[in-house]
């Protein structure tokens, strides 16, 4: 099983950046494909970028396109949701999810029934 932790999260100014981290325990993520989704107040859960199991294909949401970077390290415990040139429209609760499944099926499990973490919120200012 699985136990996922966001963390990273926080306040920053329009235009800057943070890192989030997304740490697995129990298991490493070496045969799973990772999603970042992130919901805000009065949204639906959104897709936001996702990474496939060997790590080697990304796939990202048009809206953050060319801004977010999503990676894994080395052990495969952990994976990271770079997001530079942030937006207030960025602003939102941001969840990982793992799922033993390909990108092109993981962008579609905004209710997946999978491992999900708890979230960390990023607040971008205007």
């Known amino acids: 099983q699985v136990q996922l932790v966001e963390s990273g999260g926080g306040l920053v100014e329009a235009g800057g950046s943070l890192r989030l981290s997304c740490k697995a325990s129990?298991?490493?993520?070496?045969?799973?494909?990772v999603a970042w989704f992130r919901q805000a107040p009065g949204n639906e859960r959104e897709f936001v970028a996702a990474?496939?199991?060997?790590?080697?294909?990304?796939y990202f949401a048009d809206s953050v396109q060319g801004r977010f970077a999503i990676s894994r390290d080395s052990a495969k415990t952990t994976v990271y949701l770079q997001m530079n040139s942030l937006k207030p429209e960025d602003t939102a609760v941001y969840y990982c999810?793992?799922?033993?499944?390909?990108?092109?099926?993981?962008?579609?499990?905004?209710?997946?029934?999978?491992?999900w973490g708890q979230g960390t919120q990023v607040t971008v200012s205007s």
């Open positions: 990474l496939n199991w060997s790590g080697d294909y990304t």
């Open positions: 999810y793992a799922e033993r499944t390909t990108v092109e099926r993981i962008v579609n499990r905004v209710n997946g029934t999978g491992h």
């Open positions: 129990g298991h490493t993520l070496s045969t799973y494909a």
